[in-house]
Nanobody, 122 residues
Framework: VQLQASGGGLVQAGGSLRLSCAASGRTFSSYGMGWFRQAPGKEREFVAAINWSGVRTNYEDSVKGRFTISRDNAKNTVYLQMNSLKPEDTAVYYC????????????????WGQGTLVTVSS
């Protein structure tokens, strides 16, 4: 499966962005999906995950209540709605697909998109 992330940009603190990740190739609806981020000089970290049906979701503690992951299997797309953004959310955001739901377990993801940059100014 190929993944294409989009929707990043520059936003002021307190603002919102919605990231999208479009998938092509094998059946999208069979994959668990995740969003990860990597800030300059830091390791890639988990942000949110969703299972194949959308019923099960996981979030990193710092984004709970601010970010929402969702998916539309008819459109082969997963979303990350980000509200109340903070400067510390600045990072390149990556979407990833797993053959089975992997939650926050980074090595469990089999396919990665190219990343989209989110910059939050104070």
């Amino acid at each position: 499966v190929q993944l294409q992330a989009s929707g990043g940009g520059l936003v002021q603190a307190g603002g919102s962005l919605r990231l999208s990740c479009a998938a092509s190739g094998r059946t999208f609806s069979s994959y668990g999906m995740g969003w990860f981020r990597q800030a300059p000089g830091k390791e890639r970290e988990f942000v949110a995950a969703i299972n194949w049906s959308g019923v099960r979701t996981n979030y990193e503690d710092s984004v709970k209540g601010r970010f929402t992951i969702s998916r539309d299997n008819a459109k082969n797309t997963v979303y990350l709605q980000m509200n109340s953004l903070k400067p510390e959310d600045t990072a390149v955001y990556y979407c990833a697909a797993a053959n089975k739901f992997s939650g926050s377990y980074l090595p469990g993801y089999d396919y990665w998109g190219q990343g989209t940059l989110v910059t939050v100014s104070s």
